[in-house]
């Protein structure tokens, strides 16, 4: 009697490899959980939602009934690359946009690109203002420690918390960056577990971290971190190491990875973006058609024709940073370090010129002109929130020394409570403000919340006030330099520093 085939079984089935990869991210969800609580619990039921729910539609269109479980673990992972700076109906358009793609691009075993890292890209484009602030210096506000490896800062933190609370901070996961990759214990229990149950190859995370590390060894004076910070450890271990987007045999897989690698660093270090591991992600997966094609198995070729891979990988590397690097070095060129593009073409337009900065009691002044004539300032900086975190922000002031503009960049308020101060409404009442606007509870403060309100009235205040004394004979015009030329020592009223540390989010 024949038996039909296949005569091969094996248990290593898609919904299988599914579910090791839940059980690793359980960790990561844990401690995302217990750092950022009820803010963690909306994204990641948002990601996993609408990913599960865009997979049932995609599944009935295509009237495929195997429900394999891969939507519910895209959304995991991509709502654990998110910020907890994102609003949960943010992270659900993300969760609809990765597994459409996904589907779009031919469906799972067929899709080029990772779907999550897709998904975090159409709300990188979207959503700027949640995924991809790199505003301040010290730690206090942005999405990302990356920032401020790049832009300088870092030791001003490690020197201020201490190196052994710094680092046990960085372990744990208590620090800034997207709320699933924060903690290193919780990403390396994953991957322990994923490579006992031999569900991803043990060398693929340290080959791509390896590379990244021995890149930047020669441009940082920190490279350990930059293996450790940001979203590189972590998707080293759920994204990099992904069957369907990797090449298919070990020698292909290990060029991937050193080319994503050099993906990632260049896109850090040549480009104005603070991070690479989306976009070097993505640059990866484009070349595995080409490392699949010329690192073939054994069985099928005599030897692998690898001169010709690696000037195919050279010649691609180069037309992939040099594209990246075309579309952003206008904004390199132009925009100064730490200013969000976003935030400043709202409030003053394009085609700005800046002054030399100023900083001052820790706020960072960006004297602005447009055609040679003064149209205000562009001041980054933060303040106390309630108990110990800090609230960072974004300050455009006009020449009358009236907000112009706010934009809360950070923030760990209370749910419902301080966390309003991160409204459109809340921070639209601000403008037109001057340094002589009183506090009123009623209007500023919310019902059983005011500490937070108040810090951020005394910050403005005092912004307000130094910013009159920098510039008040610039834009009267009794100099004629059109830019600040010297630093003046600001009067203060002393009641209303109470409470203000006179950090204010910047390093000189």
Known sequence: MTKIAPYISSENTTQNLMIEVGIALLPCTAVSIYFYGIT????????????????????????????????????LILGLSLPSTT???????????????????????????????????????????????????????????????????LSKIIGDLGE???????????????????????????????????????????????????????????????????????????????PVTSPYTRSGYG??????????????????????????????????PIINRYTPNRVFAKSYPYVKLVKLILISSLVILGGFYALTYKHEDKIPKGINYTNLRKYFGSDVEFEEKIIEDGFIYYPLKKDGIDIGTYIVGDSKGYGKG????????????????????????TWRLGDQISSSYWQDQWIGRDSNYKFNKEVDGFMGATYTSKNLHRAFKKILKIHEGLFDKVYSGIDGAGGATHTEKSVIDTDENIDIDGVGGATD
């Open 40 to 75: 963690a619990v909306k994204i990641l039921l948002s990601t996993v939602m609408f990913s599960f729910f865009t997979e049932i539609f995609w599944k009935n269109i295509k009237k495929d009934r195997i429900h394999d479980g891969s939507g519910i673990i895209i959304g």
């Open 87 to 153: 609003p949960f109906y943010v992270a659900g358009i993300g969760g609809v946009a990765a597994i459409s793609s996904k589907h779009i691009l031919g469906g799972l075993g067929k899709n080029l690109f990772n779907p999550a890292i897709l998904g975090r890209l159409f709300l990188m484009l979207l959503f700027p203002m949640y995924l991809y602030q790199v505003n301040n210096f010290d730690g206090t506000a942005g999405v990302s420690l990356y920032p401020m490896i790049k832009y300088g800062g």
């Open 164 to 242: 052994p609370l710094f680092y046990k901070d960085l372990i744990l996961g208590n620090r800034l960056g997207s709320i699933g990759e924060s903690s290193i214990i919780a990403v390396f229990l994953g991957y322990v577990y994923l490579v006992c149950r031999k569900s991803i190859r043990w060398e693929g995370p340290i080959i791509l971290l390896g590379t990244i590390y021995a890149l930047n060894s020669f441009a940082s004076p920190m490279p350990f971190l930059n293996i450790v910070i940001g979203g590189g450890l972590f998707a080293s271990v759920f994204i990099v190491t992904d």
């Open 255 to 288: 060029f991937y990875l050193v080319l994503m690698g050099i993906f990632i660093f260049g896109i850090k270090q040549f480009t104005s973006q603070p991070s690479g591991i989306t976009m070097g992600v993505l640059g990866a997966n484009l070349m595995v």
């Open 390 to 413: 800090r609230v960072g922000f974004d300050l455009a002031v006009d020449t009358e020394h009236k907000i112009k503009g706010l934009t809360i960049t950070h923030e760990k308020e």
